[in-house]
């Protein structure tokens, strides 16, 4: 069943605790009972780097009724991802990058060294968000399953950037769907570990601790209203906005932005040059750090109103700064 991430063979000879491939030759070392697919090239290609992190989610309910249904019929489970578990089984295969004393085999998601076919049941678990390609390590799952076999499968929407170490891409309902457009859909939900509470939560928790200590008084003392009341851009002058640390904004931000440069000659004719420290909205921020107070409350209720004609003149500007695009990429 393990599958040769060198040549793709799947005949194995033991050698000492180590598994030798037939075709090839190459071998795969035990590192404290694990069967080891990890080398420097994996480590490099996929972007892997050591971590103190412990990634640990139990086995829930669903997961271990599809564990006894795979043991009645002989049948076999790969935790793709399983991150550190107290709970093993011999029919379950626990695979992960990091050796924790669980783990059965180490390997990356995005080349899973077992045959085509090999499980009844995959999990994988708050692992897509990790992993740098989520489209070929969907793949791969699909491809060890057996025909007939199912998928259980979480991936975060609405989670602040964590990593394990690292975090890519989350999810909506239709990107998950997305990975696997080949997989019937048996039941798709919010699950109760994923219910939106976690991130109102999560969310004002981050904010909280990137805050200093007299601005995060201010913050935890705002009521809901007052923080629906102020209308987004106008949130930016006060110091709960400006005083956020870098990091945290990183970590719960509503969007994130870049200018990326594709290589070649920058200098080739009609080429511009750019710089961050030419472009405004890379430019350090100034606000005025405006305290919440009297004046705050004295908001309640009109920003509504006042959104909505600024929402109102906004899109008119930029119905006509979008003609004027079209009309010149039309000449050029
Ligand atoms: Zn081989």
Known sequence: MARCLRCGAQDWNRKGDAIVCADCGSTVDRVEGALNFLDSETYSKFRIVETENVSDHPYDGNAKELIAKASEIGGLVLDCGSGYKTDSYDHVIQLEIANYPNVDVLAVNQDLPFGDESFDVVFSANVLEHVNDPFLSAQEIVRVLKPGGYLYVDIPFLQAEHGYPHHYFNAT??????????????????????????????????????????????????????????????WLDYAVCTELDPESQW??????????????DAASPGGIHVGPTELPGFQQRVHSGKALGPEADAIHGAAGSFELSRKERELILRKRSMLSGIRRFLHS
Not at 187 to 214: C, K, N, W
Not at 259 to 264: A, E, P, T, W, Y
Request: glycine share 6%; net charge neutral; charged share 20%.
């Open 173 to 234: 309902r239709e990107g998950l769907l997305r990975l696997f457009p080949h997989l019937h859909k048996i039941a798709h939900q919010v699950p109760a570990s994923g219910h939106p509470i976690f991130t109102l939560r999560h969310v004002v928790d981050v904010y909280r601790a990137g805050l200093p200590p007299e601005v995060s008084d201010q913050f935890l003392n705002m009521d809901m209203k007052q923080l629906l009341s102020i209308s987004d851009l106008d």
């Open 251 to 264: 970590l719960i931000a509503s969007t994130t932005q870049a200018i990326l440069q594709k290589s070649g």
